[in-house]
């Protein structure tokens, strides 16, 4: 069982970064692919970027790249989403979310039935 738990969210202008962080529980985090996901008002829920359990891979959706960064620490049982130059419609609730991945073996998943555990979520606003 892997616990997670966001936190980091809040209202920044247009233009501004903030950095997400999402604690996990449990003695095998480094065994977990790391995905991080929104969801704005009336919308599906969307991938954003994800991790693999090494953090020697990262992926991000279109939308996000060369704004947003994925790290993590092992050590700390840490993963981290560093948003830069956020825009109004970067405007959701963000979810960490763990998939099961020992030694980075089908690493990569964008949907949401590929993840085990959830967080619980944090909010971000962006205003304009």
């Known amino acids: 069982q892997v616990q997670l738990v966001e936190s980091g969210g809040g209202l920044v202008q247009a233009g501004g970064s903030l950095r997400l962080s999402c604690a996990a529980s449990?003695?095998?985090?480094?065994?977990?692919?790391m995905g991080w996901f929104r969801q704005a008002p009336g919308n599906e829920r969307e991938f954003v970027g994800i991790?693999?359990?090494?953090?020697?891979?990262?992926d991000y959706t279109d939308s996000v790249k060369g704004r947003f960064t994925i790290s993590r620490d092992n050590a700390k049982n840490m993963v981290y989403l560093q948003m830069n130059s956020l825009k109004p419609e970067d405007t959701a609730v963000y979810y960490c979310?763990?998939?099961?991945?020992?030694?980075?073996?089908?690493?990569?998943?964008?949907?949401?039935?590929?993840?085990?555990?959830w967080g619980q979520g944090t909010q971000v606003t962006v205003s304009s």
């Open positions: 979310a763990a998939r099961k991945s020992r030694f980075d073996i089908n690493w990569y998943a964008v949907t949401v039935e590929d993840y085990d555990y």
């Open positions: 991790i693999s359990g090494s953090g020697g891979n990262t």
């Open positions: 449990g003695r095998t985090f480094s065994s977990y692919s």
